[in-house]
């Protein structure tokens, strides 16, 4: 089965900002849920942030007031701002298709 496609992770200071994206691998029309999940090493997979087609949004509290979560229909694209980093939120994010995850990219914040 197609797989979404992350990209934009990398290093950032804490206190920084980085914007992943995600391609889904279908049209958005056929799509329920786009979402952003992280895993941290040693930890297990947490959701971080999800949109739905029904207009809904929801946020893991502790990215609550930094991150957000867009999409961009015509680009079949779902993104993910996140403002104000903090080394706590190192890990590799995957972006998750109705239950369908991308290979991940890494997010590192460090000084």
């Known amino acids: 089965q197609d797989r979404p496609v992350e990209s934009g992770g990398g290093l950032v200071h804490p206190g920084g900002s980085l914007t992943l994206s995600c391609v889904a691998s279908?049209?958005?029309?056929?799509?329920?849920?786009m979402g952003w999940y992280r895993q941290a090493p040693g930890k297990e997979r947490e959701l971080v942030a999800v949109?739905?087609?029904?207009?809904?949004?929801d946020y893991a509290d502790f990215v609550k007031g930094r991150f957000t979560i867009s999409e961009d229909a015509g680009k079949n694209t779902v993104y993910l701002r996140m403002n104000n980093l903090k080394s706590d939120d190192t890990a590799v994010y995957y972006c998750?298709?109705?239950?369908?995850y991308g290979q991940g990219t890494q997010v590192t914040v460090s000084s």
């Open positions: 279908m049209s958005f029309s056929r799509i329920f849920a």
């Open positions: 949109t739905t087609s029904r207009g809904t949004t």
């Open positions: 998750g298709q109705d239950g369908v």
